[in-house]
Each structure stands twice: as C-alpha cells, then as structure tokens.
C-alpha cells in the first residue's frame, strides 16, 4: 500500500516523482490511499516532521488496520 498525503505542493520534479509512484503502483495493483495531509501523516508514523508519502511493505501485525485502510483505499 502507498499512503500519500492530500496536499502535497505542487513543485513540477516532485510532482512527476509522484506522479511516477502512482502509475507503478496502479500497474502493480498496489492500493493508494489520500486520507491523510503531510502533518497528519509525519505524526501517524511517529515523526515530528512533514511526510509526503509513505510505503507500507509487510503489515504484519496490523492486519486489522491494514484491511480498514484497503477498504477505504478501494
């Protein structure tokens, strides 16, 4: 899953970066989820900083919230 913030800026490098994370994960099946803005998102994961995105790998223990990210991703 890609969890990507709800206000990114627009920077026209950054953006295609984005950009390009997005069409890999579509291609690949990968959810995408944008429930969150880039402080939200920096302090969900335990960071005092700003996040822009964030992937999640393996949800090994947090399947539970894992299936209620998916379905809200879908």
């Known amino acids: 899953m890609v969890v990507m913030a709800n206000n990114l800026d627009q920077y026209g490098v950054i953006d295609e970066k984005l950009q390009e994370i997005i069409d890999l994960a579509k291609s690949e099946g990968v959810p995408l989820f944008f429930e969150f803005t880039k402080r939200s998102l920096g302090k969900a994961i335990g960071k005092s ?21 998916n379905a809200l991703a879908s």
């Not at 996040?51 to 209620?68: L, S």
């Open 49 to 69: 900083i700003k996040i822009a995105v964030v992937g999640i790998q393996n949800a090994d223990g947090a399947h539970q919230a894992f299936k209620k990210l």
